[in-house]
């Protein structure tokens, strides 16, 4: 059974910085494609980046590009969003996410199997 285990949320003043962390726990690490997504209350999961099992390939939306950044440590099974600039729009609930199957496109959260709890991000003006 695959777990994911966020960590890294919290209050950040509007221009700064924080990394989400997603700790993997279960199958073959590498085996896994992971994702982040965001959600606001009462608004669509929205899909922010994604990163291939090998580490080797990645997609970001392109709104967040060059501002958000993901990667994956292999020898820590774990999965990091690092997010600069930040603006109070940023501010969301994250949310981990893991695949192994091969779907045709990773942006959609029906892509995904395993979810972590959602750290909140709140970004205050």
């Known amino acids: 059974q695959v777990q994911l285990v966020e960590s890294g949320g919290g209050l950040v003043q509007a221009g700064g910085s924080l990394r989400l962390s997603c700790a993997y726990s279960g199958r073959t690490f590498s085996n896994y494609r992971m994702g982040w997504f965001r959600e606001a209350p009462a608004k669509e999961r929205e899909f922010v980046a994604q990163?291939?099992?090998?580490?080797?390939?990645?997609y970001q939306t392109d709104y967040l590009r060059g501002r958000f950044t993901i990667s994956r440590d292999k020898a820590k099974n774990t999965v990091y969003l690092q997010m600069n600039s930040l603006n109070p729009e940023d501010t969301d609930t994250y949310y981990c996410?893991?695949?192994?199957?091969?779907?045709?496109?990773?942006?959609?959260?029906?892509?995904?199997?395993?979810w972590g709890q959602g750290p909140q991000v709140t970004v205050s003006s």
């Open positions: 990163i291939s099992g090998s580490g080797g390939s990645t």
């Open positions: 996410a893991a695949t192994n199957r091969q779907n045709r496109s990773f942006i959609g959260r029906e892509a995904y199997d395993y």
